[in-house]
């Protein structure tokens, strides 16, 4: 008897909470994609399906998470409108503290989610007001179900953020340099190579180190796991 498998092929079809538990595995990229196939597409024992079903289903959801997100501001679940918190220099301490606290963990990414997306209370056009901040525990499990063209955005946006930051930091420090202005110690080591390491740890502020690509697998994995299993049938 033949079973129907729900292969994804997009990313707003795979949740933070399927994404998340991915994510956390370690091992080689064998055992990654096998569990791709059981975590995204729901097969408990991938090991059975021939080879060519493997390479197919592993392609597809290759492809879905290597999408690149775009920016959601809003969004529209159980009800209930979300929109982005719309001015960033405007989070309060203790929106700070929550969000520093939870994005660097996929285990808690949901609750940091939770403080960037508030329901909003009026909306007029493209401009909307959300809620004040109350914390998270209204929301945070249910956020584990956000998929991941909104968090992916969101988590892309920041990245992009702080590049940016980055390099008009290193050009005001360089001026200083130029300027023959005293820099503390720290600061003057990194201005004595090209940058780069400057570049890098501003790029930590997005804790997860998100690229373009959200998925850390190596396609050629699909290539291998295929000829090997071919090989041994």
């Known amino acids: ?11 707003s079809e795979i949740t933070l909470e399927r994404y998340a ?5 370690e091992g080689d990229d064998e055992f990654k994609l096998l569990k791709a196939i059981q975590i995204f597409a729901g097969v ?13 289903i592993g392609t597809k959801i290759l492809n879905a998470l290597n999408q690149e997100p775009k920016l959601v501001r809003t969004f529209k679940m159980n009800g209930v409108r979300y929109g982005l918190i ?28 939770a403080v960037l997306y508030r329901p909003i209370t009026s909306e007029v056009n493209d401009l909307y007001q959300i809620e004040e901040y109350k914390g998270t525990e209204d929301r945070a499990e249910l956020f584990k179900e956000l998929n991941m063209e909104i968090v992916g955005g969101v988590m892309l946006f920041f990245y992009h953020l702080a590049k940016e930051c980055a390099k008009h930091i290193l050009t005001f420090l360089t001026q200083m340099k130029e300027a023959q202005m005293t820099l503390p110690q720290e600061v003057s080591s990194l201005l004595s190579g090209d940058g780069e390491q400057l570049l890098a740890n501003w790029q ?29 049938n």
């Open 1 to 11: 008897m033949a079973t129907e498998i729900t292969i994804p092929t997009e990313l």
């Open 21 to 25: 538990k991915f994510m956390q595995l």
């Open 44 to 56: 408990d024992n991938p090991k059975l399906l021939p080879a060519k079903d493997i390479n197919l």
């Open 86 to 113: 719309p001015n960033l220099e405007k989070m309060t301490f203790g929106e700070y503290i929550d969000l520093d606290d939870n994005i660097g963990d996929y285990k808690t990414l949901h609750k940091a989610m």
């Open 204 to 232: 930590e502020v997005i804790y997860l180190d998100t690229p373009k690509s959200l998925l850390s697998l190596s396609p050629s994995v699909l290539a291998r796991f295929s000829t090997k299993k071919n090989t041994q």
